[in-house]
């Protein structure tokens, strides 16, 4: 027979491993942007990360929650902002904002995932279908390199009905995303 007094010692410590397993089970992804061009890049990403300066070189981290769906980063080029972080680009502009919330307008070369909506794994492509403005690469540390050099990169998606270019990653992986690979 258990005493009523080592019970709720026993429930909170059930709880807590309960909640450590969740957490651990529901893990986002760790992305690393990288800008390899001579030029500055201002890459943008929705629905998490807003959008920065990088200058040649430079990189930036992002960490995306587990359950992001429709995820899009994107570089941005030839942007000016003001301290207040309004500007314009001219190419990938997302309606003047240096912190983006919403997509920015075509051309664009968009990486697009999603983290954590197939059970164990993620899903990601490079698409084109609205443009091309930048190299990239986009690899999961798991997967396969998805290389998109040109308007017509064989890798990436070039039309709404194009087949077979969304790629599974196991679930919990890291992404690279380079400009000017």
Partial sequence: MVSSSSSPAKASSTVFFLLTALVAGASGATFTIKNNCRYTVWP???PVGGGRQLNSGETWTLNVPA????GRIWGRTGCSF???GRGRCASGDCAGALSCTLSGQ??????EFTIGGGGAQDFYDISVIDGYNLPMDF??????NLHCGGPKCP???????????????RAN???????CP
């Fill in 173 to 179: 992986s890291n992404y690279r995303v380079t400009f």
């Fill in 106 to 111: 075509p051309p664009l070369t968009l990486a």
């Fill in 82 to 84: 003001n301290s207040a």
């Fill in 155 to 169: 890798d990436a998606y070039l039309y709404p009905s194009d087949n077979s270019k969304n790629h599974p990653c």
């Fill in 67 to 70: 359950g992001t769906s429709s």
């Fill in 139 to 144: 690899s999961c540390s798991n997967g396969v």
């Fill in 44 to 46: 943008a990403a929705t």
